[in-house]
C-alpha cells in the first residue's frame, strides 16, 4: 500500500467531507432518490417524500450506464435541470452520476457531488478530469475491484488536486445468484484500517433485492459505515429502471427511522 | 418533405412573422413622431397598392386587402396612444430594453444598433429618450458608453439597478456536448468568464446578447451557444442549457434614462452626475473632488477617461449625492465649473437602489 500517499490513513486524522450542509465522516447521511431521474414530477415528489423520511441527500440518474443498449438512457441535461428544481424544493443537496469525460464539467456545473460509478471506477481518463475539479466526488466500488484497487482510483482522484472523496461500497460479484450483487460489509472497517476517507453503503444494488435492504443498512451502521445511499421510487413498480430493487417512500421512511435509532445507539457504545 | 418537416417550417415562418409585425408598428410609431397626425390617406393608398400588387393564385387580392386594413387599423390605434419612444441598444429581449420597464409604462422600447445611435436619436428628437448601461457590479464602467456621456448634450433624467442574470442557450435539441463557441456582448462574455473557461467554451464577441439569440435562430448553428436574457430565450425559441451562468449572483448593471431636457419626474431628485476635464498640474483633480468633500456632497462613483480627439488628456465623470436645490450643492457646482476646463452638468435624478 505503500503507493497511496493521499489515501493511506498513516497518522492522518480521518476527513469530513463537506456537500453543501451535509458533512460526510461525522454523523450519518442517508441519500435516497430514485435511480434515474424520469420526469419532473416523478424526481420532485420523491424528492419532497424522501426529505419528510428524514434522509439529508438526494439521488437521480441523469446519464444511466444501462447493460442493455436498448433500455432507458437516461435525460442527460435535462435530467440535471429537473435534479436542480428538486434540490430547489427540498433545500436538499444531490449527487449523480458522470459517464464521459465530456459531461464532466456539466455535470459538476448542476450537481453538489459527482458519482463515478462502480462500472466507471477505473476509468482512468474520467477519474484524472474529475480530479482537476473540487467538486465532491462519491468513488463506488467496482464489482470486480480489490480494495487496493478501488484506493488506488480514489489515489487518482486525490493526485490531480481534487482532496473531497467519499467511497461507497455497493457489492461485488461472487458466484451467488441468490443476490444481485453481494454487499461486502467487511470492505467498511477494512478501509477504515487503511484510509482516512470516509465510506458509506449502498445495500440497494448490493443485494438487489428490496427485503434485504433494511437489514443490511442497519448492519451498515454496525459496521461502522458513514452513511447509505439507497433507491427510492414513488411507484416502484413503474420506475423505468432497476424496479425490482428500489423501496418505497413508506419502505424508505421506516428504514431511515430504525438506522436513525441504531446509529444513535452504536454511537452511545463507541 | 415529410409532415414534420413541412410543419417546422411552417413554424419558423410563424416564428418570423410577429418579429416583422413588431418592427412594422415600431416604424409607424417612429413615423408619427415626424408628421404628427396619424391620418395620411395618400400614404395608406399607397401602401394598399403596394401590397394588392403581390397578389397572386394563393394570395387573393381582397385576402391581402383585408389582412392589411387590420394592420394600419392597429398602427392607427397605438399611434392613437402617444407612447413614449425609448431607443436602446440591440434587439428585442436585451438588457437595456429589460431595464426600459424600470422607468415607467406607457413606453414603446425601440432598437437601435449602436449606443452612438440611442445618444443620435435621443439628440436628434427621433425618440423621446434613451436607456444605456452605465456600469456593472461584476465588470465594471461600460466605456463606451461613458465616452458618449460626456461628449454627447444629452440629460440624465432617471436610473435603475437591474439584476443580471444570464443564460446559456441553444437551439432546441442541442447536445451540450456539441457546443463549441459562444457568442455574446463581450460584457455579458467578461460577465461569465469562469462559467465558459470551466466549459472550455470559446467566447465570441456579438454586438449584442439578444442580437446573438436572433442570430442563432435564424442561422440555426450546432455547434454554438448564446448569452443572454430568459426573455431573448422564449422571443426566439431557444433552449435554455444553464440558468444564472454569472461569475456572481450579485451579478446588477446600472442603466440611466437619457432625454434631451432635464427630468421633472415624480420622485424628488437627490442624485447628480457631471462630466469635467481639468488642467494638467498636480492637484488639479483633487482641487475639484475637494470642492465637494468641504459642501458635505458624498461621492458615488469617479469615473476617468480618455478624450478620444486628444489622447494623453482625460475626463471625468462624477456621480454625487445631493439636491439641486441644496444651497452647499449649488454653490459646489459653481466653484467646480471654475476650476475645471471642460465642465457638464448632466442633471439630477433620484438615486435608485437594488
Avoid at chain 1, 411507484?235 to 428500489?246: C, I, R, V
Wanted: hydrophobic share 40%; with cysteine; aromatic share 6%.
Amino acid at each position: 500500500m505503500t503507493n497511496l500517499k493521499l489515501v493511506a490513513l498513516e497518522n492522518r486524522k480521518r476527513t469530513i467531507i463537506p456537500v453543501g450542509n451535509v458533512r460526510f465522516g461525522t454523523g450519518f447521511v442517508i441519500i435516497g432518490g430514485p435511480c434515474s431521474v424520469e420526469s419532473e414530477e416523478q424526481m420532485i415528489k420523491t424528492a419532497i417524500a424522501v426529505k419528510s423520511a428524514g434522509a439529508d441527500m438526494l439521488r437521480g440518474g441523469a446519464f444511466k450506464p444501462r447493460t442493455s443498449p436498448y433500455a432507458f438512457q437516461g435525460l442527460g441535461l435535462q435530467g440535471l435541470k429537473i435534479l436542480a428544481k428538486a434540490r430547489e424544493a427540498t433545500g436538499l443537496p444531490f449527487v449523480t452520476e458522470v459517464l464521459d469525460t465530456r459531461d464532466v464539467s456539466w455535470v459538476a456545473e448542476f450537481a453538489d457531488m459527482i458519482q463515478i460509478g462502480a462500472r466507471n471506477m477505473q476509468n482512468y481518463s474520467l477519474l484524472k478530469e474529475i480530479g482537476k475539479l473540487r467538486k465532491p466526488v462519491l468513488l463506488k466500488r467496482g464489482m470486480y475491484s480489490t480494495l487496493e484497487e478501488w484506493l488506488n482510483c480514489a489515489e487518482y482522484i486525490m493526485s490531480e488536486g481534487n482532496p473531497n472523496v467519499v467511497l461507497c461500497e455497493r457489492g461485488i460479484r461472487s458466484f451467488e445468484t441468490y443476490t444481485r450483487n453481494t454487499l461486502d460489509l467487511s470492505a467498511v472497517p477494512a478501509v477504515k484500517e487503511m484510509s482516512h476517507l470516509p465510506v458509506i453503503t449502498d445495500p440497494t444494488h448490493g443485494t438487489g433485492k428490496v427485503g434485504l435492504i433494511e437489514p443490511m443498512s442497519l448492519a451498515s451502521v454496525a459496521a461502522g459505515s458513514d452513511g447509505l445511499i439507497i433507491e427510492v421510487h414513488r411507484n416502484p413498480a413503474e420506475a423505468l429502471s432497476d424496479k425490482d430493487q428500489a423501496l418505497t417512500p413508506s419502505q424508505f421512511s421506516g428504514l431511515v427511522r430504525k438506522v436513525r435509532a441504531l446509529a444513535k445507539f452504536m454511537k452511545g457504545i463507541r | 418533405m415529410n409532415l414534420k418537416e413541412i410543419r417546422s417550417n411552417i413554424d419558423r415562418i410563424d416564428q418570423q412573422l410577429p418579429i416583422l409585425l413588431r418592427q412594422r408598428m415600431e416604424y409607424s410609431l417612429q413615423a408619427e413622431k415626424h408628421k404628427g397626425d396619424a391620418r395620411d390617406p395618400a400614404r395608406e393608398e399607397s401602401v394598399f397598392e403596394n401590397v394588392t400588387a403581390k397578389s397572386s393564385s394563393l394570395l387573393d387580392k381582397s385576402f391581402l386587402s383585408d389582412l392589411y386594413k387590420l394592420i394600419l387599423a392597429e398602427s392607427k390605434k397605438l399611434q392613437a396612444r402617444h407612447l413614449k419612444l425609448v431607443g436602446f441598444q440591440g434587439e428585442h429581449g436585451a438588457w437595456s430594453e429589460i431595464a426600459i420597464h424600470a422607468f415607467g409604462s406607457e413606453m414603446a422600447p425601440i432598437p437601435c444598433l449602436e449606443f452612438r445611435d440611442v445618444f443620435a436619436c435621443v439628440a436628434n428628437h427621433d425618440l423621446e429618450f434613451g436607456v444605456v448601461p452605465v456600469e456593472n457590479s461584476i465588470e465594471g464602467s461600460v466605456t463606451e458608453v461613458n465616452d458618449l456621456l460626456v461628449e454627447a448634450d444629452l440629460k440624465i433624467v432617471a436610473e435603475a439597478v437591474i439584476p443580471v442574470h444570464h443564460n446559456l442557450l441553444a437551439l432546441p435539441g442541442t447536445n451540450h456536448q456539441e457546443i463549441r463557441s459562444v457568442y455574446s456582448h463581450p460584457q455579458a462574455l467578461s460577465q461569465c468568464r469562469a462559467f465558459l473557461s470551466r466549459n472550455k467554451l470559446e467566447p465570441r464577441p456579438f454586438y449584442n446578447t439578444a442580437g446573438a439569440a436572433r442570430w442563432l435562430a435564424h442561422e440555426r448553428q450546432r455547434s454554438a451557444g448564446v448569452i443572454a436574457s430568459k426573455l431573448a430565450a422564449e422571443f426566439y425559441e431557444l433552449d435554455i442549457i444553464k440558468e444564472n451562468i454569472e461569475d456572481h449572483p450579485e451579478n446588477a448593471t446600472r442603466f440611466v434614462l437619457l432625454s434631451t431636457q432635464p427630468g421633472t419626474g415624480t420622485s424628488p431628485a437627490n442624485k447628480c452626475t457631471i462630466a469635467f476635464s481639468t488642467q494638467h498640474r498636480a492637484g488639479a483633480l483633487s482641487d475639484i473632488v475637494r470642492i465637494f468633500a468641504e459642501n458635505k456632497a458624498n461621492l458615488t462613483r469617479i469615473e476617468s477617461r480618455p478624450i478620444r480627439t486628444n489622447p494623453g488628456t482625460f475626463a471625468f465623470l462624477l456621480d454625487f449625492q445631493g439636491k439641486p436645490d441644496d444651497p452647499a450643492v449649488v454653490r459646489a457646482l459653481e466653484n467646480a465649473k471654475k476650476a475645471a476646463m471642460m465642465f457638464k452638468n448632466l442633471g439630477f435624478y433620484p438615486e435608485a437602489t437594488l
